[in-house]
């Protein structure tokens, strides 16, 4: 089946110790996003792919980096984890397509939980 | 960008009932949506309606948008305990290609 795959499910690092979350999607979308979700809130937008176009959201820390080495994988990278960066990483891919200005359907992976120690 | 903000913020029914959502966001959008989430879960995109629909139907599903008081509904039928997740409307900004999601309605249904 068509998915969207993140690994590891649950991760535990130390404070300021790099991570790395990973994201793959069988689904060949072309846009690919990942977003924060702190408990009882809503998911916040970190960034986002279209293609191979990096789009950062104004507000997202630049502890945060992001790469998309293909359409199937996106990956997520935080240099220095802080005790306020513990939370759900959810990933999600949508169709796209050129001249779409039209948002369509976001399919998301299970969410990596990140617990920084 | 704008954030669809829900009401209520929990909600607890009984198995049977019908459970009722709503969503209001501040500018104009081209699509509403809506996802569950399980507890612990990713999103899952339950219905998307346009801003020229009223209305839209999937199974137990009822969503209602009204762009002119800039709100939606989403209306759960005769709810079961499965049901018992949280709810989330999302909007995308007109002229943008992304989402933004409000803080969600949490419902609980008992059998």
Known sequence: ?117 | SQQGEEDPQALSIQEGENATMNCSYKTSINNLQWYRQNSGRGLVHLILIRSNEREKHSGRLRVTLDTSKKSSSLLITASRAADTASYFCATDDSGYSTLTFGKGTMLLVSP
């Open chain 1, 1 to 117: 089946d068509a998915m969207v795959i993140q690994n590891p499910r649950y991760q535990v690092t130390q404070f300021g110790k790099p991570v790395t979350l990973s994201c793959s999607q069988t689904l060949n979308h072309n846009v690919m996003y990942w977003y924060q979700q702190k408990s009882s809130q809503a998911p916040k937008l970190l960034f986002h792919y279209y293609d191979k176009d990096f789009n950062n959201e104004a507000d997202t820390p630049d502890n945060f980096q992001s790469r998309r080495p293909n359409t199937s994988f996106c990956f997520l990278d935080i240099r220095s984890p802080g005790l306020g960066d513990a939370a759900m990483y959810l990933c999600a891919t949508s169709r796209g397509g050129l001249g779409t200005s039209v948002m369509d359907t976001q399919y998301f992976g299970p969410g990596t939980r990140l617990t920084v120690l």
